[in-house]
Structures are given as structure tokens and as C-alpha cells.
């Protein structure tokens, strides 16, 4: 086996300038390949691992409704309770419900001075999710958390935020009145689409600074429930909160911001009824293997829910079809080298027939000579399939930095656009040695059945 790979060293190095021609098509199909596959796998993981998670559904209540001109009226409930959790908890291949509520009320916003240098004032969109649901998607998650009811307890009077223990601040009462008492923040999450938003748009449009994120955590936002904008919404009585983000997770309402459920249920009691505190508006379902998706979606639809679809099946097509596009047109161009391989190989074997004779007389088996031919296809075709991956890598990277650097924001602007794993190198490198393999194959079985007598004879 020894003096086999010999030969094939030897015979590589004495035909290098043929075989560096004959692999020129290889490597371009390969590092196409290569580049497809790896942007294929990188926008995946974007879009179905940060825009639409795969590995959760949101469920909402089947609803009918009735267009009457611009109005679309509802003609059931449009929201879900306790029992439709404990339903949703026995379908099998779900490891967790954690259900979601709007908030009911109206309520407006205002700060951003501390940051932008002057006060925003704004409505707000609100949900309420289960602080369970985020635990560890960030750093400090375990700060969103459930807030103490401020009427369960007697307030203790200030004048500033000194007077108050760690992590409170000195502002109005719940209910508002005169005076200032020490109050818990309410913790909030944003999503990471709002602040792509405001850096890819709103910052231009206002000439407002570029914010980063991780100097955003820590800012408190002054908020008014009951109160709004709109005159006819707006309530007789409003409750009075500071808001403090602790982090960004892609489970937050993305336009808006995320509260803890039991605080928006909180609000919703106080302007409505009781039994708005267990009126879920959608349910988050996590699932415990993506491979699992469609049968718990399908198992849901028929216990009467709705799944609603953010577009992930349709965007998980498209890609799909977009890399299959691709990869079949860099498959014809290495097929096509495949070509060019055989031919190579054919007028070697013609070149090298006294020498293939000469092995054949000392001994050598036409296993051997097929070895060999073969061997020198499979050497050639990893050595190209290695220069094509690390063209396409070279190629990726190019793209990465135009992209970074002359590429507007947009939401969820990747630093990559790719996805290089090691099964996909191995793929590319496998690909490339089994085209030249399969183009050498004819060349290969023409070098064995050479008859030793006849080509050293010259018969």
C-alpha cells in the first residue's frame, strides 16, 4: 500500500501543470457549491432561528369574523384561559406553555433624554409574557421577574432616590397623589427588531444617534396606564410606573415592549373585570425537537386552536429552493470537470502505457493499476475541492465586509451571512474527490485491461 500512494505522489508531481488545468472547473464548482450551501445554512439559522424560532409555535383561538367596509368584526372570542394551557400541555412533543396577554388599557410612554437628549413621549404597545419564557435567552434575564402588587404593601414616603433601598426608585404613587414614595421598577424586555428599526430608520429620519445595545440596559422609561393619545381612549383614573429594560429577546412584542404577565394582568383587572387576569390573547408553546413541529401544530389544530404563521414556512421554502437552485447549478459545473477529468486521465493513461505495461510485467495487479489511476483522481479532486472551500470562505468574507460597510440597516442585519460548518466542508471536500473519481473511473478500467506483452511490444 506504501509503494502504491508512492507512485501516486510521484505521478502527481510529474503531471502537475495537466492535472492543475483538469481542476480548474472543479474548483469553481466546488467553491460555488461550497458558498451556496454556506449562505443557504447562515440565512436559515437568521431567519428560522431568530425571526421565525422553529422550536415554538404561538397559538391563538380559532376566530371567525364578518367585513363589514373598513370594520371586520369578530364573531367569537378572540382570547384563550386556563383550561386551553392545560390542553395545549398534553399534547405530546410539547416541553412547555407559557401564555402571552395584551395589555387592555391604553398607556403612553416618556423619556429617552438620558440618551438621545430629549424626552420622547409616545403610546405604547404592551404585552405580558411568563418570565419563564426568557430565562437565559440574555444576560441578567433572572431581573424579569414578577413585581410586588404596590397596594398589597404600605408605601414609605421620600424625596429622592437616596431615601430608597437598592434597585427602587423615589417617584409617584401607584395611583398618583401628592407626595413621592419609594416604588419598584417594572422590568421590561424589547425586541431586537424594534432597535434595528429605529437603527436603520428612525435615527435617519430624525437625525437621532446610533444606539447600542449593551449601554441600553439600565434605561427607565417614565409610563401612564389609562392614558393615551387618543382622546376617546383615554381612562378617568391612570396608574403611574417607571420601566426599567433589562434585556432583548426575540419572544418580545416586536414593536413595543414586554412586561411580566402577572403586571399586565394587574392592569387589565384594574380597568376591566377579574377574570381579565386568565384572558391569554395567544399562548407560546415550545417544542421539544424541531423534528416535531408539524405533528404538534397538527395535533393543535385539532383540539380547535390556530397556529398562526409568521411566515416560517413560507421563508424556509424559499431558502430551501434557493440552495437547491444553486447547488444544482454548481453541481453541473463540477459534472462538467468531471468531464474534462476523463479526458485528462485518458490521454495520461495513453502516455503512460509503457509505464502501466511495465508494472503489469513486474508483477502488478489491474486492481493496482485501477488504484492508482483512481488514487490520483481522489488526490486531485481533494486538493481542489480544499482550494475551492477556502475560495468560497475567501468570497464570504469579501461579501461579509461590503455588507457591513456600505449595506443600510436593516432588522436583524447578520455579521455573517454564512455558515461554514464542518459537515458542510466534508460534504464539499467528498463532492469534489467522488466527481474526479467517477470522471477517472472509464480511465482507470481502460489502464487495467492494458495487455503488458502487447503495449511493451508495441503490438
Not at 403610546?123 to 444576560?139: K, M, T, Y
Not at 443600510?408 to 474527490?433: I, Q
Not at 481502460?446 to 503488458?452: F, G, I, N, T
Request: aromatic fraction near 8%; proline fraction near 5%.
Amino acid at each position: 500500500m506504501s509503494s502504491l500512494g508512492a507512485i501516486v505522489r510521484g505521478n502527481l508531481r510529474n503531471n502537475a501543470v495537466h492535472f492543475a488545468l483538469a481542476s480548474v472547473g472543479v474548483i469553481v464548482g466546488i467553491a460555488a457549491f461550497a458558498f451556496f450551501l454556506a449562505l443557504g445554512a447562515g440565512v436559515r439559522e437568521v431567519v428560522l432561528g431568530k425571526i421565525f424560532p422553529l422550536d415554538q409555535l404561538e397559538v391563538i383561538a380559532k376566530s371567525m369574523t364578518l367585513d363589514v367596509g373598513p370594520v371586520s368584526l369578530g364573531l367569537a372570542s378572540d382570547v384563550l384561559d386556563e383550561k386551553a394551557a392545560e390542553q395545549l400541555r398534553g399534547v405530546a412533543g410539547v416541553r412547555g406553555v407559557y401564555p402571552k396577554m395584551k395589555l387592555t388599557a391604553p398607556a403612553i410612554g416618556l423619556g429617552g433624554k438620558q440618551i438621545i437628549g430629549n424626552d420622547i413621549r409616545t403610546e405604547l404597545i404592551i404585552d405580558g409574557v411568563d418570565p419563564a419564557l426568557v430565562q437565559g435567552d440574555f444576560s441578567g434575564s433572572d431581573q424579569f421577574r414578577e413585581v410586588p402588587d404596590p397596594l398589597a404593601t404600605t408605601p414609605t414616603a421620600c424625596t429622592n432616590d437616596a431615601a430608597c433601598p437598592k434597585d427602587m426608585y423615589c417617584g409617584k404613587p401607584y395611583k398618583g397623589g401628592p407626595g413621592k414614595v419609594c416604588r419598584d421598577y417594572v422590568p421590561v424586555i424589547a425586541s431586537p427588531h424594534l432597535l434595528e428599526i429605529y437603527n436603520g430608520s428612525l435615527r435617519r429620519a430624525y437625525n437621532l444617534p446610533r444606539l447600542n445595545p449593551d449601554f441600553l440596559i439600565g434605561v427607565t422609561l417614565d409610563m401612564q396606564v389609562g392614558a393615551s393619545m387618543v382622546q376617546a381612549a383615554e381612562k378617568d383614573e391612570l396608574l403611574y410606573e417607571k420601566l426599567k429594560l433589562v434585556g432583548f429577546s426575540d419572544k418580545a412584542v416586536p414593536l413595543g415592549v414586554t412586561l411580566p404577565l402577572s403586571q399586565v394582568a394587574r392592569y387589565n383587572v384594574h380597568f376591566g373585570a377579574p377574570e381579565a387576569a386568565t384572558r391569554y390573547h395567544s399562548i407560546i408553546v415550545k417544542i421539544e425537537s424541531k423534528d416535531q413541529v408539524a405533528a404538534v401544530a397538527k395535533a393543535i389544530e385539532e383540539l380547535g386552536f390556530e397556529v398562526t404563521d409568521g411566515g416560517a414556512e413560507q421563508a424556509g421554502f424559499l431558502i430551501s429552493v434557493f440552495v437547491l437552485v444553486f447547488s444544482l447549478l454548481s453541481t453541473i459545473i463540477v459534472g462538467i470537470a468531471a468531464v474534462n477529468i476523463m479526458h485528462v486521465f485518458f490521454m495520461l493513461v495513453y502516455e503512460r502505457q509503457r509505464e502501466i505495461g511495465i508494472m503489469r510485467a513486474v508483477g502488478a495487479r489491474r486492481s493496482d493499476i485501477q488504484r492508482i489511476i483512481l488514487g490520483e483522481a481522489a488526490c486531485v479532486g481533494l486538493l481542489a475541492g480544499a482550494i475551492g472551500v477556502g475560495l468560497a470562505y475567501a468570497t464570504s468574507r469579501v461579501f461579509d465586509y461590503i455588507s457591513a460597510q456600505h449595506l443600510p440597516d436593516f432588522p436583524y442585519k447578520p455579521e455573517t451571512y454564512f455558515a461554514f460548518s464542518v459537515d458542510l466542508v466534508a460534504l464539499a471536500l467528498g463532492f469534489a474527490a467522488g466527481f474526479c473519481v467517477l470522471g477517472a473511473w472509464l480511465p482507470a478500467r481502460r489502464a487495467a485491461r492494458m495487455d503488458p506483452a502487447a503495449v511493451l511490444t508495441g503490438r
